[in-house]
Nanobody, 122 residues
Framework: VQLQASGGGLVQAGGSLRLSCAAS????????TGWFRQAPGKEREFVAA????????TYADSVKGRFTISRDNAKNTVYLQMNNLKPEDTAVYYC????????????????WGQGTQVTVSS
């Protein structure tokens, strides 16, 4: 099982990035997918999650209205569109898979990608 996160980079405040999480080795359409982030010296925090079918989503209050999570099961890929980025969004972003769930608690996820760095300059 492999989850490959990509799309991070350096962007100015107010800019946009789209992260991708490509999955292999699992029945992707049976897994809810979450995005989490971790900044230096801080705990890992929930960002957004999407159900296995893509029909339901949930967001952290800090990103609601700015970030959009989506998925394409035909491509085994989940996306996180991030708009109006702020310096406080700077972190390593991780995607994770959870069998037939899409919770906010990172402890409950089964598989993790390696992370992609997002840096937002002011």
């Amino acid at each position: 099982v492999q989850l490959q996160a990509s799309g991070g980079g350096l962007v100015q405040a107010g800019g946009s990035l789209r992260l991708s999480c490509a999955a292999s080795g699992l029945a992707f359409s049976s897994y809810g997918t979450g995005w989490f982030r971790q900044a230096p010296g801080k705990e890992r925090e929930f960002v957004a999650a999407i159900s296995w079918s893509g029909g339901s989503t949930t967001y952290a209050d800090s990103v609601k209205g700015r970030f959009t999570i989506s998925r394409d099961n035909a491509k085994n890929t989940v996306y996180l569109q991030m708009n109006n980025l702020k310096p406080e969004d700077t972190a390593v972003y991780y995607c994770a898979g959870q069998y037939f769930r899409y919770g906010r608690n990172w402890h409950e996820y089964d598989y993790w990608g390696q992370g992609t760095q997002v840096t937002v300059s002011s």
